[in-house]
Protein backbone atom coordinates (compact mmCIF):
# COMPACT_ATOMS: atom_id res chain seq x y z
CA UNK A 1 0.00 0.00 0.00
CA UNK A 2 1.34 3.63 -1.23
CA UNK A 3 -0.38 6.98 0.11
CA UNK A 4 0.03 9.82 -2.42
CA UNK A 5 -0.37 12.97 0.43
CA UNK A 6 -0.27 15.42 -3.13
CA UNK A 7 -3.40 17.46 -3.17
CA UNK A 8 -5.82 16.24 -6.40
CA UNK A 9 -8.20 18.59 -7.86
CA UNK A 10 -11.76 18.58 -9.72
CA UNK A 11 -13.40 21.40 -11.66
CA UNK A 12 -15.34 22.10 -8.70
CA UNK A 13 -11.79 22.97 -6.77
CA UNK A 14 -10.77 25.51 -8.94
CA UNK A 15 -11.58 29.21 -10.63
CA UNK A 16 -9.67 30.85 -13.88
CA UNK A 17 -8.17 34.18 -12.24
CA UNK A 18 -9.12 36.78 -14.82
CA UNK A 19 -6.22 39.11 -16.44
CA UNK A 20 -5.58 42.28 -18.81
CA UNK A 21 -7.37 41.65 -22.14
CA UNK A 22 -7.02 43.27 -25.53
CA UNK A 23 -10.29 41.86 -26.83
CA UNK A 24 -13.25 43.55 -27.23
CA UNK A 25 -15.70 41.09 -28.07
CA UNK A 26 -16.38 37.24 -27.64
CA UNK A 27 -16.76 37.38 -31.16
CA UNK A 28 -13.35 37.96 -32.29
CA UNK A 29 -11.90 34.96 -30.08
CA UNK A 30 -11.46 31.59 -32.26
CA UNK A 31 -12.21 27.77 -31.30
CA UNK A 32 -10.87 26.21 -34.04
CA UNK A 33 -8.02 24.34 -33.71
CA UNK A 34 -5.34 22.18 -35.81
CA UNK A 35 -3.60 19.01 -34.97
CA UNK A 36 -1.35 17.15 -37.07
CA UNK A 37 -0.79 13.58 -35.96
CA UNK A 38 3.36 13.24 -36.07
CA UNK A 39 3.35 10.43 -33.46
CA UNK A 40 5.83 9.45 -30.43
CA UNK A 41 8.62 9.13 -32.28
CA UNK A 42 8.28 12.50 -34.26
CA UNK A 43 7.58 10.98 -37.31
CA UNK A 44 4.46 11.43 -39.64
CA UNK A 45 2.03 8.73 -39.07
CA UNK A 46 -1.16 9.27 -40.93
CA UNK A 47 -2.27 11.94 -43.66
CA UNK A 48 -5.27 12.59 -41.99
CA UNK A 49 -4.99 16.33 -40.26
CA UNK A 50 -8.07 17.84 -37.68
CA UNK A 51 -9.23 21.17 -37.96
CA UNK A 52 -12.40 21.79 -36.09
CA UNK A 53 -14.01 22.98 -32.62
CA UNK A 54 -12.47 20.17 -30.51
CA UNK A 55 -15.85 19.13 -28.46
CA UNK A 56 -17.11 15.33 -29.01
CA UNK A 57 -19.76 14.25 -27.95
CA UNK A 58 -19.47 10.37 -26.31
CA UNK A 59 -20.26 7.04 -27.30
CA UNK A 60 -23.11 6.77 -25.14
CA UNK A 61 -26.85 5.73 -25.83
CA UNK A 62 -28.71 8.85 -26.91
CA UNK A 63 -25.29 11.11 -27.20
CA UNK A 64 -23.03 9.66 -29.72
CA UNK A 65 -25.80 9.08 -33.09
CA UNK A 66 -25.89 9.54 -36.45
CA UNK A 67 -28.04 12.47 -35.79
CA UNK A 68 -25.76 14.08 -33.46
CA UNK A 69 -22.76 13.67 -35.88
CA UNK A 70 -24.58 15.37 -38.55
CA UNK A 71 -25.71 18.24 -36.26
CA UNK A 72 -22.05 18.65 -35.09
CA UNK A 73 -20.45 18.38 -37.63
CA UNK A 74 -22.26 21.54 -39.37
CA UNK A 75 -20.51 23.42 -36.02
CA UNK A 76 -16.95 21.71 -36.85
CA UNK A 77 -17.47 19.72 -33.66
CA UNK A 78 -16.76 15.73 -33.32
CA UNK A 79 -18.56 12.72 -32.43
CA UNK A 80 -17.42 8.69 -31.44
CA UNK A 81 -20.32 7.13 -32.51
CA UNK A 82 -22.11 4.52 -29.94
CA UNK A 83 -20.45 0.76 -30.64
CA UNK A 84 -24.04 -0.16 -31.22
CA UNK A 85 -24.73 0.29 -35.09
CA UNK A 86 -24.38 -2.48 -36.96
CA UNK A 87 -21.90 -3.17 -40.14
CA UNK A 88 -24.50 -2.03 -42.78
CA UNK A 89 -25.44 1.15 -40.62
CA UNK A 90 -21.95 2.23 -40.26
CA UNK A 91 -21.43 1.51 -44.40
CA UNK A 92 -23.98 3.74 -45.19
CA UNK A 93 -23.00 6.27 -42.57
CA UNK A 94 -19.36 6.31 -43.95
CA UNK A 95 -20.06 5.94 -47.53
CA UNK A 96 -19.18 9.46 -47.66
CA UNK A 97 -16.16 11.07 -45.84
CA UNK A 98 -16.64 12.18 -42.44
CA UNK A 99 -13.73 14.12 -40.91
CA UNK A 100 -15.80 14.89 -37.79
CA UNK A 101 -16.34 11.28 -36.84
CA UNK A 102 -15.08 8.50 -35.36
CA UNK A 103 -15.96 4.66 -35.24
CA UNK A 104 -16.54 2.86 -31.83
CA UNK A 105 -15.07 -0.29 -30.98
CA UNK A 106 -14.19 -2.78 -27.76
CA UNK A 107 -11.47 -5.42 -27.75
CA UNK A 108 -12.32 -8.28 -28.74
CA UNK A 109 -12.54 -10.40 -32.49
CA UNK A 110 -15.94 -9.15 -33.07
CA UNK A 111 -14.94 -5.77 -33.02
CA UNK A 112 -11.84 -6.56 -35.08
CA UNK A 113 -14.23 -7.97 -37.69
CA UNK A 114 -16.33 -4.96 -37.14
CA UNK A 115 -14.14 -2.95 -38.14
CA UNK A 116 -12.29 -4.55 -41.03
CA UNK A 117 -15.54 -5.00 -42.79
CA UNK A 118 -16.36 -1.08 -42.05
CA UNK A 119 -13.18 -0.09 -43.50
CA UNK A 120 -13.16 -2.58 -46.43
CA UNK A 121 -15.94 -0.72 -47.58
CA UNK A 122 -15.45 2.74 -46.86
CA UNK A 123 -11.66 3.27 -46.88
CA UNK A 124 -9.99 6.83 -45.99
CA UNK A 125 -13.87 7.70 -45.29
CA UNK A 126 -13.04 6.13 -41.72
CA UNK A 127 -10.35 8.54 -40.62
CA UNK A 128 -11.19 8.19 -36.78
CA UNK A 129 -11.44 4.82 -34.57
CA UNK A 130 -12.16 4.96 -31.03
CA UNK A 131 -11.31 1.89 -28.87
CA UNK A 132 -13.14 2.37 -25.71
CA UNK A 133 -13.04 0.44 -22.34
CA UNK A 134 -13.32 1.20 -19.40
CA UNK A 135 -9.95 0.01 -17.41
CA UNK A 136 -7.14 1.30 -19.83
CA UNK A 137 -4.72 -0.43 -17.96
CA UNK A 138 -4.86 -4.22 -18.76
CA UNK A 139 -2.09 -5.14 -20.82
CA UNK A 140 -4.54 -6.96 -23.42
CA UNK A 141 -5.73 -3.46 -23.88
CA UNK A 142 -2.35 -2.32 -24.49
CA UNK A 143 -2.04 -5.00 -26.94
CA UNK A 144 -4.49 -4.14 -28.84
CA UNK A 145 -3.53 -1.03 -29.79
CA UNK A 146 -0.63 -2.09 -30.62
CA UNK A 147 -2.12 -4.21 -33.02
CA UNK A 148 -4.53 -1.86 -34.41
CA UNK A 149 -1.61 0.42 -35.65
CA UNK A 150 0.14 -2.15 -36.98
CA UNK A 151 -3.23 -2.94 -38.97
CA UNK A 152 -4.42 0.17 -39.41
CA UNK A 153 -0.80 2.51 -39.61
CA UNK A 154 -2.84 5.52 -41.74
CA UNK A 155 -5.64 5.29 -39.05
CA UNK A 156 -6.47 8.07 -36.05
CA UNK A 157 -6.80 5.88 -33.10
CA UNK A 158 -8.26 7.00 -30.17
CA UNK A 159 -7.44 5.20 -26.78
CA UNK A 160 -8.85 5.05 -23.15
CA UNK A 161 -10.01 5.57 -20.44
CA UNK A 162 -6.80 6.48 -18.00
CA UNK A 163 -6.35 8.83 -15.53
CA UNK A 164 -2.27 8.77 -15.56
CA UNK A 165 0.76 10.00 -16.85
CA UNK A 166 2.93 6.83 -17.07
CA UNK A 167 -0.11 5.04 -18.97
CA UNK A 168 -0.96 7.90 -21.13
CA UNK A 169 2.82 7.50 -22.36
CA UNK A 170 2.52 3.64 -22.63
CA UNK A 171 -0.45 3.87 -25.05
CA UNK A 172 1.05 6.90 -27.14
CA UNK A 173 4.43 5.13 -27.56
CA UNK A 174 1.87 1.99 -28.51
CA UNK A 175 0.01 3.68 -31.42
CA UNK A 176 -2.76 5.59 -30.25
CA UNK A 177 -3.07 9.49 -31.19
CA UNK A 178 -5.27 10.48 -28.63
CA UNK A 179 -5.80 9.27 -25.62
CA UNK A 180 -8.93 9.49 -23.65
CA UNK A 181 -8.70 10.32 -20.23
CA UNK A 182 -11.29 10.35 -17.17
CA UNK A 183 -12.15 7.15 -14.72
CA UNK A 184 -15.49 7.86 -12.76
CA UNK A 185 -16.14 11.22 -13.80
CA UNK A 186 -19.53 11.25 -15.63
CA UNK A 187 -22.69 12.13 -14.14
CA UNK A 188 -24.24 8.43 -14.87
CA UNK A 189 -20.68 7.01 -14.29
CA UNK A 190 -21.35 4.93 -10.76
CA UNK A 191 -17.22 3.43 -10.59
CA UNK A 192 -16.16 5.43 -8.23
CA UNK A 193 -18.53 3.93 -5.96
CA UNK A 194 -18.74 0.61 -6.88
CA UNK A 195 -14.73 0.08 -7.25
CA UNK A 196 -13.02 2.86 -5.17
CA UNK A 197 -11.07 3.21 -7.99
CA UNK A 198 -10.62 7.14 -10.14
CA UNK A 199 -8.85 10.44 -10.53
CA UNK A 200 -9.85 13.39 -9.63
CA UNK A 201 -10.15 15.11 -13.27
CA UNK A 202 -8.66 18.13 -13.59
CA UNK A 203 -5.81 16.81 -11.94
CA UNK A 204 -6.10 14.19 -14.53
CA UNK A 205 -5.91 16.38 -17.63
CA UNK A 206 -3.04 18.13 -16.73
CA UNK A 207 -0.90 15.32 -15.80
CA UNK A 208 -2.19 13.36 -18.85
CA UNK A 209 -1.90 16.04 -20.84
CA UNK A 210 1.84 16.78 -19.71
CA UNK A 211 3.08 13.35 -20.70
CA UNK A 212 1.16 12.82 -23.90
CA UNK A 213 2.20 16.61 -25.42
CA UNK A 214 5.81 15.53 -24.62
CA UNK A 215 5.15 12.31 -27.13
CA UNK A 216 3.75 14.24 -29.71
CA UNK A 217 0.50 13.28 -28.31
CA UNK A 218 -2.81 14.66 -27.27
CA UNK A 219 -5.48 13.97 -24.83
CA UNK A 220 -9.39 14.34 -24.57
CA UNK A 221 -10.77 15.30 -21.23
CA UNK A 222 -13.82 12.59 -20.55
CA UNK A 223 -16.40 13.59 -18.31
CA UNK A 224 -17.67 15.54 -15.42
CA UNK A 225 -17.95 18.75 -16.90
CA UNK A 226 -21.09 19.95 -16.18
CA UNK A 227 -21.66 23.75 -17.12
CA UNK A 228 -19.58 25.41 -20.21
CA UNK A 229 -17.31 26.53 -17.38
CA UNK A 230 -16.39 23.72 -16.71
CA UNK A 231 -15.57 22.75 -20.39
CA UNK A 232 -13.48 25.73 -20.48
CA UNK A 233 -11.34 24.70 -17.39
CA UNK A 234 -10.59 21.34 -19.14
CA UNK A 235 -9.06 23.04 -21.88
CA UNK A 236 -7.41 25.64 -20.14
CA UNK A 237 -5.69 22.61 -17.72
CA UNK A 238 -4.36 21.63 -21.05
CA UNK A 239 -6.81 19.18 -22.95
CA UNK A 240 -6.82 18.99 -26.92
CA UNK A 241 -10.45 18.07 -26.89
CA UNK A 242 -12.95 17.50 -24.43
CA UNK A 243 -15.99 14.86 -24.11
CA UNK A 244 -19.37 15.47 -23.35
CA UNK A 245 -21.64 12.99 -22.31
CA UNK A 246 -24.92 14.55 -19.71
CA UNK A 247 -24.33 17.67 -20.96
CA UNK A 248 -25.85 16.39 -24.75
CA UNK A 249 -28.02 14.12 -23.42
CA UNK A 250 -31.70 14.36 -24.07
CA UNK A 251 -31.65 16.53 -27.72
CA UNK A 252 -33.86 15.75 -30.53
CA UNK A 253 -30.98 14.19 -32.45
CA UNK A 254 -29.99 11.64 -29.44
CA UNK A 255 -33.44 9.62 -30.59
CA UNK A 256 -34.63 7.72 -27.64
CA UNK A 257 -38.75 7.91 -26.94
CA UNK A 258 -40.37 10.58 -24.66
CA UNK A 259 -41.51 9.99 -21.45
CA UNK A 260 -43.75 12.83 -19.97
CA UNK A 261 -44.29 13.31 -16.09
CA UNK A 262 -46.93 15.57 -14.99
CA UNK A 263 -45.99 17.43 -11.64
CA UNK A 264 -47.62 20.00 -9.77
CA UNK A 265 -45.66 23.79 -9.67
CA UNK A 266 -46.83 24.78 -6.42
CA UNK A 267 -49.66 26.87 -7.96
CA UNK A 268 -53.07 26.86 -7.32
CA UNK A 269 -56.36 27.97 -9.95
CA UNK A 270 -59.73 28.81 -8.18
CA UNK A 271 -63.02 26.95 -9.99
CA UNK A 272 -65.52 30.00 -9.23
CA UNK A 273 -68.95 27.24 -9.76
CA UNK A 274 -68.20 25.23 -6.44
CA UNK A 275 -64.95 27.90 -5.21
CA UNK A 276 -62.43 25.45 -4.36
CA UNK A 277 -58.72 25.27 -5.65
CA UNK A 278 -56.92 22.93 -7.90
CA UNK A 279 -53.28 22.07 -8.50
CA UNK A 280 -51.97 23.67 -11.54
CA UNK A 281 -50.43 20.59 -13.47
CA UNK A 282 -47.77 20.66 -15.82
CA UNK A 283 -46.52 17.89 -18.86
CA UNK A 284 -43.24 18.01 -18.91
CA UNK A 285 -41.08 15.58 -21.23
CA UNK A 286 -37.43 13.79 -20.62
CA UNK A 287 -35.37 11.51 -22.28
CA UNK A 288 -33.55 8.21 -20.56
CA UNK A 289 -29.78 8.59 -20.29
CA UNK A 290 -27.72 5.98 -19.03
CA UNK A 291 -23.71 4.98 -18.31
CA UNK A 292 -22.70 2.54 -21.09
CA UNK A 293 -21.86 0.05 -17.81
CA UNK A 294 -25.35 0.03 -16.48
CA UNK A 295 -27.74 -2.18 -15.84
CA UNK A 296 -29.90 -0.68 -18.49
CA UNK A 297 -27.37 -0.42 -21.02
CA UNK A 298 -26.39 -4.47 -20.11
CA UNK A 299 -29.73 -5.04 -20.34
CA UNK A 300 -29.82 -3.23 -23.98
CA UNK A 301 -27.38 -4.87 -25.78
CA UNK A 302 -25.78 -7.82 -24.13
CA UNK A 303 -28.90 -9.33 -22.53
CA UNK A 304 -28.26 -8.47 -19.15
CA UNK A 305 -25.29 -8.46 -16.39
CA UNK A 306 -23.30 -11.28 -16.26
CA UNK A 307 -23.06 -13.31 -12.65
CA UNK A 308 -19.44 -11.89 -12.33
CA UNK A 309 -20.12 -8.16 -12.42
CA UNK A 310 -21.97 -5.38 -10.64
CA UNK A 311 -23.58 -2.48 -12.78
CA UNK A 312 -21.03 0.28 -12.88
CA UNK A 313 -23.81 3.09 -14.21
CA UNK A 314 -26.77 4.86 -13.58
CA UNK A 315 -30.17 5.21 -15.42
CA UNK A 316 -32.02 8.56 -15.37
CA UNK A 317 -34.56 10.93 -16.75
CA UNK A 318 -32.74 13.86 -18.27
CA UNK A 319 -35.25 16.90 -19.49
CA UNK A 320 -35.84 17.18 -23.19
CA UNK A 321 -33.84 19.95 -24.33
CA UNK A 322 -34.56 20.35 -28.01
CA UNK A 323 -32.06 20.76 -30.83
CA UNK A 324 -28.39 20.25 -29.65
CA UNK A 325 -27.64 23.32 -31.37
CA UNK A 326 -29.22 25.37 -28.64
CA UNK A 327 -26.88 24.02 -26.10
CA UNK A 328 -23.95 24.41 -28.53
CA UNK A 329 -24.65 27.55 -28.60
CA UNK A 330 -24.50 27.88 -24.69
CA UNK A 331 -21.36 26.37 -24.29
CA UNK A 332 -19.33 27.87 -26.95
CA UNK A 333 -20.35 31.22 -25.88
CA UNK A 334 -18.94 30.35 -22.38
CA UNK A 335 -15.59 29.13 -23.67
CA UNK A 336 -15.38 32.32 -25.53
CA UNK A 337 -16.08 34.54 -22.88
CA UNK A 338 -13.39 32.35 -20.77
CA UNK A 339 -10.80 33.54 -23.68
CA UNK A 340 -11.66 37.29 -23.12
CA UNK A 341 -11.48 37.57 -19.12
CA UNK A 342 -7.91 35.78 -19.62
CA UNK A 343 -6.84 37.83 -22.65
CA UNK A 344 -7.08 34.59 -25.23
CA UNK A 345 -7.50 35.52 -28.81
CA UNK A 346 -7.98 31.40 -29.83
CA UNK A 347 -8.45 28.51 -27.78
CA UNK A 348 -5.19 27.31 -28.46
CA UNK A 349 -3.76 30.18 -26.21
CA UNK A 350 -6.09 29.37 -23.33
CA UNK A 351 -4.00 27.42 -21.34
CA UNK A 352 -0.71 29.64 -21.93
CA UNK A 353 -3.36 32.66 -20.51
CA UNK A 354 -4.73 30.59 -17.58
CA UNK A 355 -3.83 30.46 -13.58
CA UNK A 356 -6.06 28.33 -11.85
CA UNK A 357 -7.26 29.38 -8.54
CA UNK A 358 -8.37 27.09 -5.70
CA UNK A 359 -11.37 27.65 -3.63
CA UNK A 360 -14.05 25.91 -1.38
CA UNK A 361 -16.99 27.35 -3.77
CA UNK A 362 -17.38 28.94 -7.50
CA UNK A 363 -20.89 30.01 -7.66
CA UNK A 364 -23.52 31.48 -5.50
CA UNK A 365 -26.01 28.53 -5.63
CA UNK A 366 -28.66 30.08 -3.49
CA UNK A 367 -31.77 30.21 -6.52
CA UNK A 368 -30.12 27.16 -8.77
CA UNK A 369 -33.58 25.15 -7.80
CA UNK A 370 -35.46 28.53 -8.72
CA UNK A 371 -34.45 28.79 -12.02
CA UNK A 372 -36.93 29.40 -14.98
CA UNK A 373 -34.78 30.52 -17.66
CA UNK A 374 -30.93 31.50 -18.61
Not at 197 to 209: D, F, K, N, R
Not at 269 to 285: L, S
Not at 299 to 310: A, I, M, N, T
Not at 332 to 347: F, M
Request: aromatic share 10%; charged share 20%.
Amino acid sequence: MHLENDVKLDYKDVLIRPKRSRLTSRKNVSLERNYNWVGAKGARINEYDYTGVPIMAANMDGVGTFDTARALARQGMFTCLVKTYSIEELQQFFSVPQPHVAMSIGIGDADLNKLEQVHKAVLDNLQYICVDVANGYTERFVEFIKHLRDTYPFKNIIAGNVVTADQTQELILNGADIVKVGIGPGSVCTTRIQTGVGYPQLSAVMECADAAHGLGGHIIADGGCVSPGDVAKAFAAGADFVMLGGMLAGHDEGGGEPVYKYQGNGEYYFIKDDETYKPVIQRKEFRQFYGMSSQTANKKHFGGLKDYRSSEGRTILVPYRGPIENTVQDVLGGIRSTCTYVGAPSLKQLSKCTTFVRCTQTHNAVYEKNTIGN
